[in-house]
C-alpha cells in the first residue's frame, strides 16, 4: 500500500514553517513516506512542500491542491519545477478547480468556464514540463514565455487534478497523471471516478492514472471528541455542489459521514476498502482531530500499513 498523510501547521504555532517540518520528522520517524500540503490563503503550499521535502529526505511531498484561481500556469510549472529539484524528484503537483465562493470574491476573477481554463492550464503545464517552453494561445490563458522555462535538476514533475465530476475527469484522464478525490467514498471511486478517467487515460494513450484518494481519519477511543470535531471541520463542504454530488454518490448525506473513526483494525479495514475500490494511494486527513498523541497513533498505523500492507 502507498499512503500519506495531509500536514499543516498546528494552531497556535509560533513558527508555521518549524511546526510543519516538526510534524514531518515525527511522521517520518513512525514510518510515513508521503505527506501532503493543502493551499490556504496564508502560507504558500508549494514552497512548504519544497522546504519539508528538503529537510525530510524520508518524505515523498505534495500538494493537495493549488487552485487554479488566481494563478497562471507559467508561474506554477516554475514553483512546482523548482520543488523538483529540491527535493530530487520527490514532489507531485496537486491541481484543483476550486469553489466559486473563492474566485471571483477573492481575487476579482470569474469562474466561468472551470472545465475550459482546467484544460488549458494542463496543456501549458505539460508543455513546460516536457519541453522546457509553451507556445499556446487559448481562449482564457496565453502563455509565451520569451526564453526558456526548465529549470536545470527538475524531472517532469507528476500532475494531479482533485477532479471528481465527468468532465473534469476526462480532461484530467487525457491530460494529467491523476485525481486526487476528496470525500469520495469507496462506492464513489468504484462505481464513477476509477472508470471515468480510466477510460480517458486510455483513450488518449496514456498509462493508468493515479488514484491518490484523501481520506479524514483519526485512529483514537475518544470517539465522541472526534465525531463532533469532524462535523466542524468538514460542514463547509456540504455546501458545494461537486463535493454534495460525490457525497451523495459515495452512499453518504454529508461529509462527516465519510470520515473513519475508531481503532487500528477498524480504521486499516477501511483504508483497504479504498484501494479495493481502485484507489493507488490513501493520504490520511485530519489526523489532529483529538490532539497529537492520537495524530502520532495514526500516523503510527499509516507506516506499519506501508511496511505490512496486508
Known amino acids: 500500500m502507498t499512503l500519506g498523510v495531509a500536514l499543516a501547521p498546528a494552531a497556535g504555532?509560533?513558527?508555521?514553517?518549524?511546526?510543519?517540518?516538526?510534524q514531518a520528522r515525527?511522521?517520518?520517524?513512525?514510518?510515513?513516506?508521503?505527506?501532503?500540503?493543502?493551499q490556504v490563503f496564508s502560507y504558500d503550499a508549494i514552497t512548504l512542500a519544497t522546504v519539508v521535502g528538503r529537510a525530510v529526505p524520508e518524505l515523498s511531498v505534495g500538494v493537495s491542491v493549488v487552485p487554479l484561481a488566481g494563478r497562471h500556469p507559467l508561474l506554477v510549472a516554475s514553483q512546482a519545477q523548482t520543488a523538483q529539484a529540491a527535493t530530487g524528484g520527490r514532489f507531485t503537483l496537486g491541481l484543483g478547480l476550486g469553489a466559486a465562493a473563492f474566485a471571483e470574491p477573492v481575487f476579482g476573477v470569474p469562474n466561468d468556464r472551470p472545465i475550459a481554463r482546467l484544460r488549458e492550464f494542463?496543456?501549458?503545464?505539460?508543455?513546460?514540463?516536457?519541453t522546457g517552453t509553451a507556445s499556446f494561445d487559448g481562449e482564457l490563458i496565453t502563455a509565451k514565455p520569451p526564453m526558456p522555462a526548465k529549470v536545470a535538476g527538475a524531472a517532469p514533475v507528476p500532475v494531479v487534478v482533485a477532479a471528481m465530476g465527468p468532465r473534469a475527469l476526462r480532461v484530467t484522464g487525457e491530460l494529467a497523471d491523476g485525481t486526487l478525490p476528496f470525500l469520495a467514498g469507496p462506492k464513489a471511486l468504484a462505481d464513477h471516478i476509477v472508470p471515468s478517467i480510466s477510460a480517458?487515460?486510455?483513450?488518449?494513450?496514456?498509462?493508468?492514472?493515479?488514484?491518490?484518494?484523501a481520506l479524514p481519519a483519526v485512529v483514537t477511543s475518544d470517539l465522541e471528541t472526534a465525531r463532533r470535531r469532524v462535523v466542524e471541520h468538514t460542514a463547509f463542504y456540504d455546501s458545494i455542489p461537486s463535493y454534495q454530488r460525490v457525497i451523495e454518490l459515495s452512499g453518504a448525506s454529508k461529509a462527516a459521514d465519510l470520515a473513519v473513526i475508531g481503532d487500528e483494525?477498524?480504521?486499516?479495514?477501511?483504508?483497504?476498502?479504498?484501494?479495493?475500490?481502485?484507489?493507488?494511494?490513501?493520504?490520511?486527513?485530519?489526523?489532529?482531530?483529538?490532539?497529537?498523541?492520537?495524530?502520532?497513533?495514526?500516523?503510527?498505523l499509516v507506516g506499519e500499513l506501508t511496511r505490512s500492507p496486508r
Open 122 to 130: 494542463l496543456t501549458v503545464v505539460r508543455s513546460v514540463f516536457e
Open 200 to 213: 480517458a487515460a486510455e483513450a488518449a494513450g496514456r498509462p493508468a492514472p493515479k488514484i491518490i484518494a
Open 13 to 22: 504555532a509560533v513558527n508555521a514553517v518549524d511546526d510543519v517540518i516538526g
Open 26 to 38: 515525527r511522521a517520518a520517524a513512525a514510518g510515513v513516506r508521503s505527506a501532503w500540503f493543502g
Open 265 to 300: 483494525e477498524l480504521v486499516a479495514a477501511e483504508i483497504r476498502r479504498y484501494f479495493d475500490a481502485g484507489a493507488t494511494e490513501v493520504v490520511i486527513t485530519q489526523s489532529d482531530l483529538v490532539g497529537t498523541a492520537d495524530q502520532l497513533r495514526t500516523w503510527r
